[in-house]
Nanobody, 130 residues
Framework: VQLVESGGGLVQPGGSLRLSCAASGSTFGHPIMGWFRRPPGREREAVAFMITAGGVSGDITYVAASVKGRFTISQDTGKNTNYLQMNNLRPEDTAMYYC????????????????????WGQGTQVTVSS
């Protein structure tokens, strides 16, 4: 599966951005989509995951504690596009954001790890600064 992110940019603290991840190719075999970020000088970290395959009960999304209540992950199946809505952005949210796809359906979804994600986009930069 090929992934292309868009929607990054420069925003003031308290502002909002919506990142998009357009998927093409063998999307059927990748039931979990995720967003990760790499802040300057730091390791990559998980932001949010979502089970995009149908027929799964229980929680189908996971959002990291650092962004819970501010970030939301969603999917438009018809467009094969995943979204990360980011509200109330803070300077510490500054990072390169990547979307990724995993062929491993794990329940609970929070048990997914970065090693499960085998397809990655090129990244989109988000900078939060006044």
């Amino acid at each position: 599966v090929q992934l292309v992110e868009s929607g990054g940019g420069l925003v003031q603290p308290g502002g909002s951005l919506r990142l998009s991840c357009a998927a093409s190719g063998s999307t059927f075999g990748h039931p979990i989509m995720g967003w990760f970020r790499r802040p300057p000088g730091r390791e990559r970290e998980a932001v949010a995951f979502m089970i995009t395959a149908g027929g799964v009960s229980g929680d189908i999304t996971y959002v990291a504690a650092s962004v819970k209540g501010r970030f939301t992950i969603s999917q438009d199946t018809g467009k094969n596009t995943n979204y990360l809505q980011m509200n109330n952005l803070r300077p510490e949210d500054t990072a390169m954001y990547y979307c990724a796809a995993s062929p491993h359906l794990k329940v609970p979804i929070a048990s997914s790890t970065v090693g499960d994600f085998v397809s990655w986009g090129q990244g989109t930069q988000v900078t939060v600064s006044s």
